[in-house]
């Protein structure tokens, strides 16, 4: 069973970059695709963007493309989302979720489909 800590957040002001790092341990980390999602209190958990086991698909939620990349380490178990240009409304509880596949192509787009997460990394956005 894999264990998954983030790290990487904290307060920055509108217009700054993050890199948020996810962390794992405790199984096979090329085994597993994986998936960045945010929440705001009162409002559902939003997938960011999703990777494949082997880092060569990813999914990338229509209001993320061009500001947000993720990617994926396998040799270091850790996953990362780089954020620019980020806007006060960026502000919330990012968590990285893992969802164990043989398929080292598919990339898991549905909040349901993942299994394991990891506890959230807060990011404060200023104006």
């Known amino acids: 069973q894999v264990q998954l800590v983030e790290s990487g957040g904290g307060l920055v002001q509108a217009g700054d970059s993050l890199r948020l790092s996810c962390a794992a341990s405790?199984?096979?980390?090329?085994?597993?695709?994986m998936g960045w999602f945010r929440q705001v209190p009162g409002k559902e958990r939003e997938l960011l963007a999703a990777?494949?086991?082997?880092?060569?698909?990813?999914y990338y939620a229509a209001s993320m493309k061009g500001r947000f990349t993720i990617s994926r380490d396998n040799a270091k178990n850790t996953m990362y989302l780089q954020m620019n240009s980020l806007k006060p409304e960026d502000t919330a509880v990012y968590c990285c979720?893992?969802?164990?596949?043989?398929?080292?192509?598919?990339?898991?787009?549905?909040?349901?489909?993942?299994?394991?997460w990891g506890q959230g990394t807060q990011v404060t956005v200023s104006s």
């Open positions: 990777i494949s086991s082997s880092g060569d698909n990813i």
């Open positions: 405790g199984g096979t980390f090329s085994m597993y695709a």
């Open positions: 979720a893992a969802v164990p596949t043989a398929i080292r192509y598919r990339y898991y787009s549905k909040t349901d489909d993942y299994a394991y």
